[in-house]
RNA sequence: GGGCGGUUAGCUCAGCUGGUCGAGAGCACUCGCUUUACACGCGAGGGGUCGCCGGUUCGAAUCCGGCACCGCCCACCA
């Protein structure tokens, strides 16, 4: 070692991420590991397509959560001599995307229309060129080490190609459509957006019955709605076919108050008996359920609500151009007047509303894209059926299937400009013409005979998620056969969201079966949702949330990394800034553990020495710590993996070894330097795809080290190391010592205080020394015996509460003795319990006598 | 309305194929330490009717049933 690096182990007592950080990590870049060549088969390389985060984004918890784990297991991969790829890039993220630009216009007073559709779509092109590469370099925080030299964002050209290709595939199998149907349109956006895109919420409404005259009598028939303006688009009244009170009914009409349309009424399944009248109106226009009633039916379809959200001339001169929020007053009020309206009361219910607008939905008829699911799904269905995708934890397997069996059209289109314009053109007849350019298109029209002057493009862009689907095989260089795609497809693994498993994941399945020829990845793992401390969702509007990036500038990146796998659960998880300097400690452990070795160690070389029982049981322990973490580590177990390894570095290596052999290392014991040495440069190895940046810094410290840690192997395990008997020797010689310092804390002996003692037979050296006793011959009463350690008499034992605590420790054994006799007394417990438990319990009894009877 | 998960120390969580768990970790707390790697440290310690009720069993935090809260997902009862 060099004196500067001496000097600076010597005078550095804490891990320093700052600085360290960005250099460690351009070493790694500079050094090609982040982007293995396309070599091999996906089955002995290893590989991740990143979740694209919106180009919008910045890192927040998840991504921390979720990069972490992803990178942990990139590393260990490439430190198993695999080709590791961790595929980057980012989504276009449409109406995220364009809503960002479109404020910023309006900052401007600049509504997008003035702008026009190009000059707009080439704004967020601006946009994204200057902020769009944000999260990257966020992630390159983290420490991420995925392959930025090919990081793709799914609106590139080849991307493009590859979306269209899809669609056209699907176009020409008849699965994709153009089709009249009740959307969920989400007034916010002005667009249609699909059923996975709705949340519901529970609102209050006010709940009208209202009266509609039935047609050749004086009765009136009942209805119950929330919606009282929609009744302006009704067609129908149904009722229950079992329902008694309305069988003569079916058949015949009411009339529709206001309108005076004529309604025949009907028997449908779907109503419901007991609920309000059991007379159900119904409005194939302006609602999901009454829209199958309807088709079933073969009803009137009337549209009284438009895209903008007001009410058409349909409704009639009365109403028209009303919000509906006015045209909802507007109507009980005309009702009320002609005494229509027989009760009303408030009534709580869910109601859809936009996720991403946050309006409430208008479910409307509208004419768009959808794409019929059912064929995709069967052999996504079975692909997971047969755990060739295996969905880690296993509960979510069944929410995946369920999902599936029950999958419905999906309505890809979007009425936005930024996204992935769909390829249809339309001819002068309302012909459909698919087609991968406006040349192609024209080709194409023309030998069709359609004029191909009179072409006009669909102006609809496809759901964000139909691209995003094509992910783990389109940043490959699908539809063209590139290396990277026959040596990395089908991926290994995927992290995700719990929310995004039907929008992405199912998708994802579906299509790369269909277009990949194979499924997309292997293992699937779903990760918690990291909630605030406080268990409150993070976000920044309630200002709950938590930038990982503050936290990685206090703490350092490892520190950060290591809370995220350690809070790392099945089920959702607080975030625990404990957790995070519990890293940072670690972190700061590591490096002053490695300091007292490396300062110390001369020039030894690492090599495992096990000609003493403590080198035996350390590198027993360290075979144990590996075989733990990787176990954890295969069943996606991050929290033990790492919680494990902080054991055994904490109190193994550091409490017990380190200072067990510290006299040997001082005293320049060759064997002591070499296998501390050992250790450590195992300990690094473990530990570094958790904690990479600490970890790769003091590697650089290691006596030969030509290469860094990030593309060194893992740990290796040899079992001619593993000596269990030494270890365990060495253990009750541990809990000697601890047994000491017990009785001495709780007598009150001064720390510093080394005490005369006789001991019956042999003692390791480090017993005695960390146990403060100092070996004698001398005769005289023993004021507490401990195991084979008789103390003496002397002026810093307080000679009463020496006996108190040896009483105490009598009266612990005896409980301990009567507890076991009373099992072994029990005749159930003696035929029934498994022999070597109630060996293990005779053996236990055994062991406290003893014990008592030393005690006197 | 269906389904899933949770309820264990002051806090956040482990343990849950029944016995070694008459229960562990981190943080917090108490006491003692300038012990020549580390006070982001060292040593020792206190603290829990394992949500409630019942059952199975020789034995239950761990299995079964019920109840009570809390959370999530799915769902076209107006």
Not at 343 to 366: A, K, M, Q, T, W
Not at 488 to 511: G, N
Request: aromatic share 8%.
């Amino acid at each position: 070692m060099d004196e500067d690096r001496r000097q600076a182990l010597e005078t550095t007592t804490r891990w320093e991420p700052g600085e360290a950080e960005a250099r460690i990590f351009s070493r790694w870049r500079e050094s090609g590991a982040f982007d293995p060549p396309p070599e091999g088969t996906p089955e002995e390389n290893f590989s991740i397509a990143i979740p694209p985060p919106n180009v919008t984004g910045a890192l927040h918890m998840g991504h921390a959560l979720n990069g972490t784990v992803q990178d942990a297991l990139v590393r260990l991969r490439r430190m198993e001599g695999r080709k590791a790829l961790w595929i980057l890039g980012t989504d276009h993220a449409g109406i995220a995307t364009q809503a960002v630009v479109e404020k910023q216009l309006r900052a401007e007073g600049i509504d997008r229309h003035e702008l026009g559709r190009e000059a707009f779509v080439e704004r967020v092109w601006e946009w994204r060129r200057e902020y769009g590469g944000q999260i990257v370099e966020q992630y390159q925080r983290l420490g991420a080490s995925c392959d930025y030299e090919r990081e793709r964002f799914t609106l590139d050209e080849d991307y493009v190609r590859a979306v269209i290709k899809v669609f056209a595939s699907l176009y020409e199998k008849g699965l994709i459509y153009r089709d009249n149907y009740m959307v969920n349109w989400d007034p916010g956006t002005s667009s249609a957006i699909s059923d996975l895109e709705v949340v519901n919420r529970e609102v209050t409404d006010t709940l009208y019955e209202i009266d509609y005259p039935i047609e050749g009598s004086d009765e009136v028939l009942t209805v119950a709605t929330v919606r009282p303006e929609t009744m302006l688009a009704d067609t129908a009244v149904a009722v229950n076919p079992d329902d008694e009170r309305y069988g003569s009914l079916v058949g015949g009409h009411v009339t529709l108050p206001l309108v005076g349309r004529r309604l025949p009424v009907i028997a449908d399944e779907h109503v419901d008996v007991e609920f309000g009248t059991g007379a159900l109106k119904i409005t194939p226009g302006h609602d999901p359920a009454d829209f199958e009633i309807g088709r079933r039916h073969g009803l009137e379809e009337i549209s009284v609500i438009g895209e903008d959200g007001r009410m058409t001339a349909a409704a009639g001169e009365r109403f028209a151009g009303m919000t509906t929020t006015e045209a909802n007053a507007a109507v009980v009020e005309a009702l009320r007047d002609e005494g229509r309206i027989r009760d009303e009361r408030p009534y709580e219910h869910s109601v859809p509303f936009s996720e991403r607008s946050g309006e409430r939905i208008e479910p409307l008829i509208s004419l768009q894209w959808f794409c019929r699911m059912d064929e995709l799904a069967a052999p996504a269905i079975e692909a997971v059926e047969r755990d060739e995708v295996r969905i880690v934890p296993e509960s979510y397997k069944r929410v995946y299937l369920n999902w599936m069996r029950e999958i419905r059209p999906w309505c890809i289109s979007r009425q936005l400009w930024w996204g992935h314009q769909i390829p249809v053109w339309y001819g002068p007849g309302g012909e459909e013409v698919v087609a991968e350019t406006p040349e192609l298109a024209r080709e194409a029209a023309a030998e069709r005979g359609i004029d191909p002057d009179a072409l006009r493009r669909e102006t609809d862009v496809l759901d964000t998620w139909f691209s995003s689907a094509l992910w783990p095989f389109a940043t490959l260089g699908w539809p063209e056969d590139t290396p990277h795609l026959r040596a990395f497809y089908p991926t290994s693994f995927l992290t995700t969201a719990r929310e995004i498993i039907f929008l992405w994941v199912a998708r994802m399945v579906m299509m790369g079966i269909e277009f990949a020829g194979a499924i997309p990845f292997r293992d699937v793992y779903v990760h918690p949702v990291v909630q605030a401390p406080d268990g409150r969702r993070m976000s920044k509007s309630l200002g709950t949330g938590i930038d990982p990036l503050d936290e990685i500038d206090v703490h350092g990146a490892d520190a950060l990394r290591f809370g995220m796998l350690a809070i790392s659960s099945t089920q959702d998880v607080r975030y625990s800034p404990e957790r995070v300097q519990q890293g940072r400690d670690l972190a700061t452990k590591m490096w002053n553990a490695s300091r007292l070795i490396l300062l110390n160690a001369g020039d030894a070389r690492p090599a495992p020495r096990t000609e003493r029982p403590e080198d035996r049981w350390i590198l027993t322990r360290l075979d144990a710590a590996v075989a733990g973490f990787e176990a954890s580590i295969e069943g996606y177990d991050f929290a033990h993996a790492v919680l494990g390894f902080y054991a055994f570095l904490w109190s193994e290596f550091c409490d017990w070894y380190l200072e067990i052999v510290k006299p040997r290392l001082y005293d320049g014991d060759p064997d002591a330097a070499a296998n501390l040495l050992h250790v450590l440069d195992q300990v690094l190895r473990l530990a570094h795809p958790a904690m990479p940046f600490v970890t790769e810094e003091i590697w650089g410290y290691l006596p030969d080290r030509e290469q860094l840690l990030i593309v060194s192997p893992k740990p290796s395990r040899d079992p001619s190391l593993v000596d269990s008997e030494a270890a365990s020797a060495i253990e009750r010689e541990i809990e000697q010592v601890r047994e000491v310092r017990r009785w001495r804390d709780l007598v009150g002996v001064p720390a510093a205080a080394v005490l005369e003692a006789r001991i019956e037979g042999e003692l390791p050296e480090f017993v005695t020394r960390l146990a403060r006793l100092q070996r004698s011959e001398a005769g005289g009463e023993a004021i507490a015996t401990i195991g084979p350690v008789e103390i003496l008499a002397s002026g810093d034992v307080d000679a009463d509460g020496a006996r108190e605590r040896i009483e105490a420790e009598r009266e612990r054994l005896r409980g301990e003795i009567e507890r076991i006799e009373r099992k072994l007394g029990n005749q159930g417990f003696v035929a029934k319990a498994p022999p070597e438990v109630v060996e293990g319990e005779r053996k236990k009894l055994a062991d406290y006598r003893a014990e008592l009877d030393r005690l006197g």
